[in-house]
C-alpha cells in the first residue's frame, strides 16, 4: 500500500466550484506539505503544516485554503476555481528534525478548470 | 526570485553515455541539496542527497557534486540507462526555514 495517498488523481471542475484534495499518509510524520507542479515552473509550494495545530503559507497560497484534520490527514481546498489553477498537485510529508529534510510524495492529483 | 535554477528544460543522451543535469542556485543558506525523480503519473521520488559541507556524494550510477564558490551543483548518471528517462528536480533546504526549494525540472530523455 502506498504510504502517501492522494484523492482525486484526476478531476475536472467549473470556474467558481470549490472543489477539495485531499492526503493522507501511513508514514507517521507530522510534517505535510502542498505543492503545484506546472510546466517551466517546477515544484511551488502551496501550505504546509508542521503538526496538527501549526499552519503555514508557502509562496503561492492565494486562492487556497487548507485543512489539517489529523496527523494523517491534510486537504487543499479551492474556494472558488480559476482556469489558472489547473495543475498537478501533490502532497508530501516529512519528518522533523535538522536533516537532510527528505519529502516523500504522494502520487498526484490532476486538476483541469474549464 | 528563483533561488533554484535548473537553465536546461531537456536533455538527450545516448544509452550508456554520461548524463549530467545541472542546477545553480543563489542562497548561502541552503545546507543540504536533494535529486529527485520523477516519472509520468507518479509523485517525485528521492533519489540522492548532499550536505553543504561535502563536495561529493556517490550511490551506485549516481554521483552528486557540489560546488560551493560557484553555487553550482551537478547530478552525474553513468552509465546512462533507459529507465533513467524522467524529469529530474534539484531541491535545496535552507537551514533555518525547513523547507525545501526546488528547481523548474530537466526532461531526460535516454535514446537506445
Known amino acids: 500500500d502506498a504510504d502517501v495517498t492522494q484523492t482525486p488523481r484526476n478531476r475536472i471542475t467549473k470556474t467558481g466550484k470549490r472543489i477539495m484534495l485531499e492526503c493522507s499518509q501511513t508514514?507517521?510524520?507530522?510534517?505535510m506539505y502542498w505543492y503545484r507542479q506546472d510546466p517551466g515552473l517546477g515544484l511551488r509550494l502551496i501550505y504546509y503544516?508542521?503538526?496538527?495545530?501549526?499552519?503555514n503559507k508557502g509562496e503561492i497560497s492565494d486562492g487556497y485554503s487548507v485543512s489539517r484534520q489529523a496527523q494523517a490527514k491534510f486537504s487543499l481546498s479551492l474556494e472558488s476555481a480559476i482556469p489558472n489553477q489547473t495543475a498537478l498537485y501533490f502532497c508530501?510529508?516529512?519528518?522533523?528534525?535538522?536533516?537532510?529534510?527528505?519529502?516523500?510524495f504522494g502520487p498526484g492529483t490532476r486538476l483541469t478548470v474549464l | 526570485d528563483q533561488q533554484v535554477k535548473q537553465n536546461s528544460p531537456s536533455l538527450s543522451v545516448q544509452e550508456g553515455r554520461i548524463s549530467i543535469l545541472n542546477c545553480d542556485y543563489t542562497?548561502?543558506?541552503?545546507?543540504?541539496f536533494l535529486w529527485y525523480k520523477k516519472y509520468p503519473a507518479e509523485g517525485p521520488t528521492f533519489l540522492i542527497s548532499?550536505?553543504?559541507?561535502?563536495d561529493k556524494n556517490e550511490d551506485g550510477r549516481f554521483t552528486v557534486f557540489l560546488n560551493k564558490s560557484a553555487k553550482h551543483l551537478s547530478l552525474h548518471i553513468v552509465p546512462s540507462q533507459p529507465g533513467d528517462s524522467a524529469v529530474y528536480f534539484c531541491?535545496?533546504?535552507?537551514?533555518?526555514?525547513?523547507?525545501?526549494?526546488f528547481g523548474q525540472g530537466t526532461r531526460l530523455t535516454i535514446n537506445p
Open positions: 508530501a510529508t516529512s519528518e522533523p528534525g535538522t536533516g537532510i529534510g527528505e519529502q516523500f
Open positions: 508514514k507517521g510524520h507530522d510534517r
Open positions: 503544516s508542521f503538526d496538527v495545530k501549526d499552519i
Open positions: 542562497n548561502s543558506m541552503f545546507d543540504y
Open positions: 548532499i550536505s553543504s559541507i561535502k
Open positions: 531541491a535545496a533546504k535552507n537551514q533555518g526555514a525547513q523547507k525545501l526549494v
